[in-house]
């Protein structure tokens, strides 16, 4: 089944697309969302979803009411639209977390060696790891020397590892991830992909690419319920102490001992999110169904966003890796000679930095004067910022709601503020920007005596 644009050029329907928001200046504009890399919204048909099945709702496996029996099905039946949608081979199973985060700390129990990451990986992929043997390899200036420096750190020494992002939070900048699963392997050592950024925007086939495990958020997938999933090989997962102790996985407790259960039932203790679950595995099935058109939408509506940041005088979009035919400089930036990534594959992600705003104040004037919402900051990726030469930044991200219009809108304010400075008055009250005064109501107003922050 393939998608068509519906009326206001966006892919898809996503709750809060009639959503108008007050503006500083008056009156009231349609919210233009540049912020689904942190959270996105739910898809119409995930929202359908858990208003069908909250009348259901009830315990899970044990219970013998019909309600039970139907929350047993479905989360089950969930599970394996999850796996069907990833691609798993037969060896994998479907384990279902809280988000990425609480997945790849379930998985750092599990990993009996060493993992090797990069240094431009979110916190979440760095940090799991810190306590566990962790490795972390400087990603060069272009994708093949990055892949060089992982393999000889790989078969240097014996890891049994290799986690890396899918696509960069920060760039949007995609990694090679079957060249990488072939290296891993080749070296010894297992794959895990975050694809937190990477599942929303393409599909990713776990069996056909050789991908040993992988984590994602449903709240970044179109479904913020509240689940995540770890997806991959059950024989670690079969072997490692449960990832929380108690009912739901074990097989049979005495006072002397326990019996635990496999994998998956063994890392979800407790009370499963039984609505969090069908609605990621709804969000799973919608995007299936929408087809390659979907991803050929978001790369127009990328390319129109960062020809045209590139084309701002002076704004600069980050970059990790240079094109390989590209200058031979150790280039971090593309210009306005260089909106596009070139060979460098990327994602509906944006981070970029105009010439005398901090970031915090650009984020401010685009929400407060054109109802643009975008994040700044560090983004949970402070060693990426750091090698990039950047305090904070800017990020735009694109998702299904997207439309060409709301790409115009945010180049027409970030041209206008280059060209003529916000028009309203913005102070810095203990590192966040807010408009001085704030006049939209919801919103608390700044205190009194807050000192502008220096530009």
Known sequence: MTAVLDRTGAFARVTGAELRVPLVQGGTRAYANFDYAASAPALAQVSDRVAELLPYYASVHRGAGYASRISTQ?????????????????????????NTTDALNLLAGCVPGDTVVLDIEHHANLLAWERRGRRVVRAADTVAE???????????????LLAVTGASNVTGEVLPLERLAELAHQCGARILVDAAQLAPHRRIDLHAT??????????????PFGAGVLAGRRDWLD???????????????????TQWASAPQRHEAGSPNVLGAAALARACEVLAELGPDAEAHERSLTHRLRTGLAAISGVECLRIWRPTAGNSGSATRAGAAGGDLGEVDSVGIVAFTVDGFEPGKVAAYLSAEYGIGVRDGRFCAHPLLARLGVDAAVRASIGLGTTPQDIDRLLEAVTALVAHGPRW??????GRWDPLPETRPGLAATGAGTAPCAV
Do not use: M, W
């Open 74 to 98: 479905c989360y089950e039946a969930a599970r394996d639209t999850v796996s069907r949608f990833l691609g798993c081979a037969d060896d994998q199973v479907v384990v279902f977390t809280r």
């Open 146 to 160: 990055t892949l060089r420096r992982l393999a000889a750190e790989l078969c240097a020494k014996p890891a049994a």
């Open 210 to 223: 050789g991908i040993d495990y992988l984590v994602l958020s449903g709240h970044k997938l179109y479904a």
């Open 239 to 257: 072997t490692a102490a449960p990832y929380l102790s108690g009912g739901g996985a074990v097989r049979e407790v005495t006072v002397d001992g």
């Open 425 to 430: 008055n913005y102070a810095c009250d203990t």
